[in-house]
């Protein structure tokens, strides 16, 4: 997010438009956390991960008086339009409140969970799974070392694609993710028939799973499965942070450029995503209730490649 942010704030100066940012996210909008931002702001900020404005959930944005203070607010400050960096809940929360303003709000999609429709990546999504890659090939090692079969736990709790792409980037023996259904007894018989040189199995789990966590499907194999020595690992909220890739700062660069672009050109309640390489724009209503394709040709060739 400190990527986009940066292309957001040295893009609009390059255009000699003032810049305000704003602590917290919507919660700062209601408690006037409005600071002045130039180009010294975001310095050095590009290879950090999280955001140097924090964020935070709002309960009160979501009622009408909260939303008339965040109003009056951005009166005061003269705000002529605002660039939203977040996911579902963020992009929600503008459509409701440009309901009642006619400041034009525009979105970059910063999710790890790659769950939203109009880009082929989210912000952190990239640096997400590279971080999931690095840990399982970290517990790989054990598991080689110890002939073990290890469930890794990874975030995503609506949408398995973190998941998905860790597990081929890791080559997972299987992924378990909401977007399939789980049987427990394939899952077994996948097992029993694996190589019996290969001396490690991973097997990655999606949070939302319909079976359940990492732990309560280890519990269930063990118990058919007796002979293999079972560990759980969940990597939880370290996929969260870190330093960003390659690509997620040049995606989120591209994006933040593009928002400040899009607000002088009069666009207004669309989020920025790049699908096939290029920029698009897709309303916020479509972004949030359209979730993105999901491609079952990546688990038939999951299952063909770690035979």
């Known amino acids: 997010m400190n990527a986009c942010l940066r292309a957001v704030v040295r893009t609009a100066i390059y255009n000699r438009i003032e810049v305000m940012g704003i602590m917290h996210g919507y919660d700062g909008m209601i408690k006037d956390e409005f600071i002045p931002m130039d180009a010294k702001s975001v310095a050095n900020i590009i290879h950090r991960g999280g955001t140097i404005l924090k964020t935070a959930r709002s309960k009160e944005f979501l009622t009408k008086d909260g939303q008339k203070k965040a109003l009056a607010n951005l009166m005061k400050y003269n705000i002529d339009g605002v660039v939203v960096i977040g996911g579902d809940g963020s992009f929600k929360g503008a459509?409701?409140?440009t309901k009642m303003c006619d400041i034009p709000f525009v979105g970059c999609p910063g999710t790890i969970d790659n769950d939203l429709s109009g880009t082929d990546f989210t912000i952190g999504y990239d640096t997400a799974i590279n971080t999931v890659?690095?840990?399982?090939?970290?517990?790989?090692?054990?598991?080689?070392?110890?002939?073990?079969?290890f469930f890794v736990e990874v975030m995503g709790r609506d949408a398995g694609l973190i998941a998905l792409r860790g597990g081929i980037g890791s080559g997972a023996e299987s992924i378990l993710m909401p977007e399939t259904k789980t049987s427990i007894d394939d899952l077994v018989l996948r097992l029993k028939n694996k190589r019996k040189s290969k001396t490690s199995k991973i097997i990655i789990v999606a949070e939302g799973d319909e079976a359940g966590g990492a732990f309560e499907i280890a519990e269930q194999v063990k118990k058919r499965l007796p002979e293999y020595d079972t560990r759980v690992t969940i990597l939880g909220h370290i996929q969260r942070g870190g330093n960003p890739t390659a690509m997620d700062r040049v995606n989120s660069s591209r994006m933040g450029f593009a928002a400040v672009e899009a607000l002088l050109k009069g666009k207004k309640s669309v989020m920025i995503g790049i699908i096939n390489k290029d920029i698009s724009f897709t309303p916020f209503e479509k972004a949030v209730k359209q979730k993105p394709k999901f491609d079952p040709d990546l688990i038939r060739m999951l299952d063909i490649l770690s035979t």
């Open 133 to 149: 890659v690095e840990a399982v090939d970290k517990i790989r090692d054990t598991a080689e070392s110890h002939d073990r079969l």
């Open 95 to 97: 459509l409701e409140f």
